[in-house]
Every structure is written in structure tokens, then in C-alpha cells.
Nanobody, 122 residues
């Protein structure tokens, strides 16, 4: 089974910084690509950043230059460093991981955490 738990959310002033963390528990599974998405009230979920096992990253245009995604493969952890935060960054942030069974070829797919709230307000 695969479980992901996010942490690090909270209230921060505009221009401030916050670092989100996510640890994946994947007994019997191998974690591949990981990423972060967010969903603001009344809006669709938006992909924020992704990172492969090899460290290749992608970012949404809205966060390029401000956010940075990193990972620790040995710990199955992924992080999102958020700088120069804006009120429009306010959302619930979700961790995502692609995981596949070590023993059953077709078992696996995408998994999500329950999210952590980030509020940017003065």
C-alpha cells in the first residue's frame, strides 16, 4: 500500500517563504515521479511542479523562479520550497507520487496525499 503525508503548510505574509514536505510510505512499491499540485477555493486543481527520479523538474508558469522542487530518493521524500509568496498562491497543496509494485507488474499508478493548507495573507 502507498500513503503520502504532507506537512509544512500554514499562514505566511506576502513575500514570505514556506517549505512543504511530503513523505511517501510505499512498502513493496517503488516510487518514481513525484510532484505537487494545488487547489484554491472554486478553482480546478493545478499542477505546480514535478520531479523525476533522476532530478528533472518542471514548473507551472505561475511559480517559475519562485518555487523549487527537490527530492530525497533514499527517504522517499519530496519538498517544495516556496519563496516570494503571493496571495494567489493560497490553496491546499497536495503531494503526488507514481508508484509501482515490486512484484506485480500491473499494480500501481498515481497516489495523492490529503493535502496541507497554505494561506498567504497580510
Amino acid at each position: 500500500q502507498v500513503h503520502l503525508v504532507e506537512s509544512g503548510g500554514g499562514l505566511v505574509q506576502p513575500g514570505g517563504s514556506l517549505r512543504l514536505s511530503c513523505v511517501a510510505s510505499a512498502n513493496g512499491f517503488s516510487i518514481r515521479d513525484m510532484g505537487w499540485s494545488r487547489q484554491a477555493p472554486g478553482k480546478e486543481r493545478e499542477l505546480v511542479a514535478t520531479i523525476t527520479t533522476g532530478g528533472h523538474t518542471t514548473y507551472a508558469d505561475s511559480v517559475k523562479g519562485r518555487f523549487s522542487i527537490t527530492r530525497d530518493n533514499a527517504r522517499n521524500e519530496v519538498y517544495l520550497q516556496m519563496n516570494s509568496l503571493k496571495p494567489e498562491d493560497t490553496a491546499v497543496y497536495y503531494c503526488n507520487a507514481e508508484a509501482w509494485s515490486d512484484s506485480i507488474l500491473t499494480q500501481g499508478g498515481d497516489y495523492w496525499g490529503r493535502g496541507t493548507q497554505v494561506t498567504v495573507s497580510a
